[in-house]
C-alpha cells in the first residue's frame, strides 16, 4: 500500500523555466510533508517542508504547495539551474502511533537542460 | 546545523563476515534515528527506528538478528550487519530527527563478495 505517490519518475526542464514536481498521499493524519533532493550515491539533503495548516511555504526557489482536500503537494523550483537536476523525494510524516516516521514516493528525477 | 556523518562511506568484505556501520549527529542530540536501505533505481527503505537508551523498532520483513542496531548515546547510532551475505550488499543510510524533520547521512555502500 502506497501511501505517498509520486507519479512521474522523470522529468525534464529547460534551464531557466519552472519544474514543477507533484506529490499525493492518502493518508489524512499526515501533518507534515518534506521535500529532498538526491544524488547517486550520496544521503539525501532536506530541501523544505511544510505544515499541514500552511497550504504554501517558500524558500529562495523552491516553494512547496499543500493541498489537504486533493491530498497533494508539489514542489515549484524557479528558475531552475542544471545543478537542480538530481531524484527529489517527498516524504510525508506518519502519526505519532506509527512511530513518527518518514514515508517516502518513490522520487522523481529531474533533469534541467542547458 | 544539523549534520549526520556516517562511516564508512564504502566497505568491502567476505560472505560470513559482520560489518559495523556507524552514524553520528554531529552538532545536535538525536534521541531517535533512522536507517534505511536503498537499492538501485529504488526509494528509501525504512529499516527500523533507532531510540537512544532502548531497544530499537524493526519494521516488517526485517530481521532484528541480522541487522543489529544500537543507540547507546545521544549523538551515535550503529548498525551491524552480521554473516553478511551478497544479498546484504545495498547503500545504508542514517538520519537523525529534529523536530519533524529528519537530516540523512551520506550513506555506506556495501558490498560483501
Known amino acids: 500500500d502506497q501511501q505517498v505517490k509520486q507519479n512521474s519518475p522523470s522529468l525534464s526542464v529547460q534551464e531557466g523555466r519552472i519544474s514543477i514536481l507533484n506529490c499525493d498521499y492518502t493518508?489524512?493524519?499526515?501533518?507534515?510533508f518534506l521535500w529532498y533532493k538526491k544524488y547517486p550515491a550520496e544521503g539525501p539533503t532536506f530541501l523544505i517542508s511544510?505544515?499541514?495548516?500552511?497550504d504554501k511555504n517558500e524558500d529562495g526557489r523552491f516553494t512547496v504547495f499543500l493541498n489537504k482536500s486533493a491530498k497533494h503537494l508539489s514542489l515549484h523550483i524557479v528558475p531552475s539551474q542544471p545543478g537542480d537536476s538530481a531524484v527529489y523525494f517527498c516524504?510525508?510524516?506518519?502519526?505519532?502511533?506509527?512511530?513518527?516516521?518518514?514515508?517516502f514516493g518513490q522520487g522523481t528525477e529531474l533533469s534541467v537542460k542547458p | 546545523g544539523a549534520v549526520v556523518s556516517q562511516h564508512p562511506s564504502r566497505v568491502i568484505c567476505k560472505s560470513g563476515t559482520s560489518v559495523k556501520i556507524e552514524c553520528r549527529s554531529l552538532?545536535?542530540?538525536?534521541?531517535?534515528m533512522f536507517w534505511y536501505r536503498q537499492f538501485p533505481k529504488q526509494s528509501l527503505m525504512l529499516m527500523a527506528t533507532?531510540?537512544?537508551?532502548?531497544?530499537?523498532?524493526?519494521e516488517q520483513g526485517v530481521e532484528k538478528d541480522k541487522f543489529l542496531i544500537n543507540h547507546a548515546s545521544l549523538t551515535l547510532s550503529t548498525l551491524t550487519v552480521t554473516s553478511a551475505h551478497p544479498e546484504d550488499s545495498s547503500f545504508y543510510i542514517c538520519?537523525?530527527?529534529?523536530?519533524?524533520?529528519?537530516?540523512f547521512g551520506p550513506g555506506t555502500r556495501l558490498l560483501v563478495l
Open positions: 493518508n489524512s493524519m499526515f501533518d507534515y
Open positions: 511544510i505544515s499541514s495548516i500552511k
Open positions: 552538532d545536535f542530540q538525536a534521541t531517535t
Open positions: 538520519s537523525a530527527r529534529v523536530t519533524e524533520t529528519q537530516y
Open positions: 516524504a510525508a510524516s506518519a502519526p505519532p502511533n506509527q512511530g513518527g516516521k518518514l514515508i
Open positions: 533507532s531510540n537512544e537508551g532502548s531497544k530499537a523498532t524493526y
